[in-house]
């Protein structure tokens, strides 16, 4: 019998370990790998993050409801999202507008309700090798619904984003990116020992 009480106290304490870490995993915290490099020089290919998931509120499950917001999705948060055309992928961008903005751009430069933007965290648009009219940063004026955000990657001439797909509904954000604990460079085969702490902005 004590043989048997030691195995149950070991299968309850694996047991408790799994539900905390899923816990973890859906309410609080998730780690993401940066799979392209539409996001450079912010993200690089390789990069592991986390993501904060309870910045934005705690989704209750089954439902549309969201409890403990601490704040609303802002302009200039680098997100982990549900494609809005395949919502069993994650995406990674910044958010460049948010619900009652009008966004424009002309010939690479960003306005936001008229109102030109700073971006220093942009891979320049003059490196583009395509042609189309949203690869050369012209598009809109687009007036973004409430509860939708326009995002783009940082290096713009390679991110399929907001300009190709349209907007991130609030219910597909997972949560904001915050750092980075592990980066792996596979070209060169070797650890980013620079990158790893740092935090994202």
Known sequence: ??????IW??????IIVLVIALFIRE???QAFKIPSGSMIPTL??????LVNKFIYGT???FTDKRILILREPERGDIIVFRHPENT????????IAVGGDVIESREGIVFINEEPTYEPFVNGINNLSQTSTKATGNFGPYLIPEGKFFVMGD???RSYDSRH???????NIKGKAFIIYWSWNDVENSLRFERIGDAIY
């Open 27 to 29: 309410f609080v915290v």
């Open 9 to 14: 106290e070991h299968v309850k304490t694996i």
């Open 44 to 49: 690089l290919i390789g990069d592991h993050l």
């Open 1 to 6: 019998m004590a043989e048997k009480s030691k």
């Open 165 to 171: 797909w349209g907007y991130v509904s609030r219910d």
């Open 88 to 95: 069993g992928r994650n995406f990674i961008k910044r958010i």
């Open 155 to 157: 290096n713009r001439g």
């Open 59 to 61: 989704k209750i499950p």
